[in-house]
């Protein structure tokens, strides 16, 4: 299929996430690029690709968690590599996918560890702290939960506490690694609703799924990720079409369901 990348900047043009000609891998070695992406403020971008097509260490790389092997990387206008961990932290978060804990915080200590990049070395948190991870525990429900060990929750649970402890950071940018992947069916609405109002909000927001449906449900704009390129991008409708997904997915343009209509824009 063609490749298609995202239009160049206009001029003077303020992007949360500019990526030019990166190429990502580990050790040394590429396991794709070159490419390019933008995301602007309020926009929600979904990458939507199969296992093993290199979304996660394209988020690694754009997090600064691993270096890109070429190319330019500008985060909220600023070259990655000029962040410090601790001013970047308090502008980009990060959602990983859900992972089983080994010690036994509590979830809201884990929802505070989100407040750290807030906090002094040597302080504890405070007030404005704790009432921070207590909205937070609120917007996803999952308040009754807070006194429970992380490491003794379900998956989905787990999912919901990353997204809070993500959310406590106040970030300008978030990042979000399949964070719909272990949900119920109920809780995947409520948090495709909230990354609806994070955008309303003006904060703007990178995703990945499996899911069309929901990319056609969340998203803005969709970008179609195969063997660590981006070879289509543009709104949801334009962009999903049955044989461009039945390419991506190695079905028949006839095995593609029909998607619904956009429903929470």
């Known amino acids: 299929m063609q490749s298609l990348n995202e239009p160049t900047a206009a001029p003077g043009q303020r992007y949360a996430i500019e990526a030019e000609g990166l190429v990502i ?3 040394g070695k590429a396991i794709g ?4 992406l933008q995301l602007e403020a309020d926009t929600i971008l979904c990458l939507l690709g ?3 097509s290199g979304k996660t260490t394209l988020f690694k790389t754009l997090m600064g968690l691993i270096p890109a092997l070429a190319g330019r990387l500008r985060i909220m206008n600023k070259p990655v590599e000029k962040w410090s961990r601790r001013a970047f932290a ?5 959602v990983p996918q859900a992972h089983d804990g080994v010690f036994p915080f509590t979830v809201k200590e884990v929802v505070l560890m989100g407040r750290s990049m807030h906090i002094g070395r040597y302080s ?6 704790h009432e921070v991870a207590e909205q937070c525990l609120q917007r996803l429900n999952i308040t009754p939960l807070q006194d429970k060990p992380y490491n003794e929750i379900s998956g989905g649970e787990r999912q919901l506490t990353l997204i809070a402890r993500a959310l406590a950071q106040e970030p300008q940018v978030l990042i979000m690694d399949e964070p719909t992947a272990s949900l119920d069916f109920g809780n995947q609405i409520r948090v495709l609703e909230h990354i609806r109002q994070l955008k309303r909000a003006g904060m703007a927001v990178l995703l990945s799924t499996h899911q069309p449906e929901h990319a056609m449900q969340a ?9 660590g390129a981006i070879q289509h991008c543009g709104p949801p409708r334009q962009t999903m079409l049955p ?3 039945a390419w991506l997915y190695d079905l028949q343009p006839g095995q593609i369901p029909k998607l619904p209509d956009p429903g929470l824009n």
């Open 25 to 27: 891998g580990y050790a």
């Open 33 to 36: 690029g070159p490419l390019d």
């Open 50 to 52: 199969p296992n093993g």
């Open 90 to 94: 308090q502008h980009v978060g990060y």
């Open 124 to 129: 504890v948190p405070g007030r404005v702290d």
């Open 219 to 227: 998203a803005d704009r969709v970008a179609l990720f195969r063997d």
């Open 243 to 245: 044989e461009r997904l």
